[in-house]
Nanobody
């Protein structure tokens, strides 16, 4: 069974930085896209950033220019560097990956347990 384990997060003042990391573990699997979502209290979960296996990235308009997503395919990890944080970035952040457990044939969505990011004003 594949698992996504997140690390990072915490409390930071507005204008500060945080780095989130997520590692996929298990046996015999292949990863397509990886990404980060977030959910604020009373809000729906929303896409923050996504990266393909080839390194193509996409960001929510609200984080463009401030957040950077990266991945290491050899280590099955994805990171989110968050700079110039704002109070409105406060949310639980979830790692996501589309994974094929060999021998397949179906790809499934996997989620991390979530990590809290709180930005104080």
């Amino acid at each position: 069974q594949v698992q996504l384990v997140e690390s990072g997060g915490g409390l930071v003042q507005a204008g500060g930085s945080l780095r989130l990391s997520c590692a996929a573990s298990g046996s015999r699997f292949s990863i397509n896209t990886m990404g980060w979502y977030r959910q604020a209290p009373g809000e729906q979960r929303e896409l923050v950033a996504v990266i393909s296996s080839g390194g193509v990235t996409d960001y929510a308009d609200s984080v463009k220019g401030r957040f950077t997503i990266s991945r290491d395919n050899a280590k099955n990890t994805v990171n989110l560097q968050m700079n110039s944080l704002k109070p409105e970035d406060t949310a639980v952040y979830y790692c996501h990956a589309k994974i094929l457990e060999l021998p397949g044939p179906l790809w499934y969505n996997y989620w991390g347990q979530g990590t809290q990011v709180t930005v104080s004003s």
